[in-house]
């Protein structure tokens, strides 16, 4: 009788682990994406494959990536994120996308850490995570500012989400075969609009274990011209959302203080005494996140907060102007916002 070997048992079925691609959209990015490619070839986990697309750049970028194995990818005109990235996940064979902004730089550990929590988490097919309070390059209290509030709204939301901000994110690459792509129409609240497709179907998680450092904004003007920008597509993206509204980086009660200031101070004309409203709201808006404002204090002390509130307020008025403006346009342009789209696997 021939007698063959046993076939060894396993108790469970050791698991490959997913490939990842790393897809990074750049503009102008000369001042930080060293910084960034470093940390991406630096992960526990490497990636299969980084691709850079440089967004018709007038600086050094292209002349940084090519420093690095990348596959370098040009669009002809500036075209804005959600077509650079769209460009990225068509390139990519991963299994898992894992988007980083090309002025982050990304902990050692937040590709694992993502995928470790994909596996753990049933249904979840999308991590994202949280800027570190450390700035890649400290340029100033105004960037302070930004990266103090940008951790705390983000560690404050930590599980299961409905919004994916994809400055540091991993995705199934299945997802996008399901939803489709971004929104190329929208130069801001594109993850918001893509995230709204996803959420019913595929599970968000949002970690304060996958971080990076950032290089935000660090100048006055500039962010609140951004952030007016940005705020104009709130309105066209909260109406059009399907499910229940997304991860919120303010508290409501401090934008309705900030448009309180903005709506009772003309009434200061009349008589003086009407100058106690708007300061009643200014009053309101400084207790409106007493979460916040106490983080704030622990990490940089009480002179620094009243510095950060004013910064704050500055940043609610922008956006309450933004928002006004972008409510007008949504009502009288109806090509304003995202594409209407139908929810997957529906019909007209």
Same mark, same amino acid.
């Given at each position: ?8 048992? !396993?108790?469970? /079925? %050791?698991?490959?682990? =997913? ?11 000369? $001042? ?18 980084? *691709? ?17 194995? %990348? ?15 769209? &460009? ?22 937040? *590709? ?47 599980? @299961? /989400? ?8 991993? %995705?199934?690459?299945? /997802? ?11 130069? #801001? ?38 952030? !007016? ?10 109406? &059009?959302? $399907?499910?229940? #509204?997304?991860? $919120? ?23 003086? /005494? ?15 996140? =007493? ?6 204090? $622990? ?30 346009? !949504? ?9 209407? @789209? ?7």
């Amino acid at each position: 009788m021939t007698h063959f070997p046993a076939v060894p048992t !396993f108790d469970k /079925v %050791v698991s490959v682990p =997913p490939h990842v691609s790393v897809v990074i959209p750049a503009y102008n990015s000369e $001042r930080t994406l060293h910084a960034c490619l470093s940390a991406v070839y630096g992960q526990t986990h490497p990636p299969v494959e980084v *691709i850079v697309i440089d967004d018709a750049s007038t600086d050094r970028t292209r002349e940084i990536a090519r420093r690095f194995p %990348v596959r370098l990818l040009q669009t002809p005109v500036n075209s804005g994120p959600a077509a650079a990235r769209n &460009r990225g996940i068509k390139a990519s064979t991963g299994d898992v996308v894992f988007f980083v902004d090309a002025d982050c730089a990304p902990t050692p550990t937040a *590709i694992a850490t993502a995928l470790r929590i994909m596996a753990d988490e049933p249904g979840i097919d999308c991590v994202h995570g949280v800027y570190l309070t450390q700035p890649l390059y400290d340029d100033g209290p105004v960037e302070a500012y930004r990266l103090l509030h940008a951790h705390y709204w983000r560690v404050r939301n930590t599980g @299961r /989400v409905r919004t994916a901000i994809f400055a540091l994110c991993a %995705v199934r690459r299945s /997802v996008f075969d399901d939803i489709g792509f971004f929104d190329e129409r929208l130069r #801001a609240s594109e993850d918001v609009e893509l995230s709204d497709r996803m959420a019913d179907r595929h599970g968000i998680w949002l970690s304060a274990d996958v971080t990076c450092r950032h290089d935000d904004d660090s100048r006055l003007w500039p962010m609140l011209r951004k952030q !007016f920008g940005r705020s104009q597509m709130l309105v066209p993206v909260a109406v &059009r959302e $399907r499910g229940p #509204a997304g991860l $919120r980086a303010n508290r409501p009660g401090g934008v309705l203080a900030a448009a309180a200031v903005l709506g009772t101070l003309p009434l200061a004309a009349l008589t003086p /005494v009407l100058l106690a409203l708007p300061g009643l709201a200014l009053a309101w808006f400084a207790v409106a996140d =007493p979460g916040l404002a106490g983080f704030v204090r $622990r990490e940089r002390g009480t002179a620094f907060l009243a510095l950060f509130l004013g910064l704050h307020f500055l940043v609610h008025l922008a956006i309450v102007c933004g928002g006004t403006v972008g409510g007008v346009r !949504f009502l009288l342009d109806s090509d304003f916002g995202p594409t209407r @789209r139908l929810a997957p696997g529906t019909s007209r």
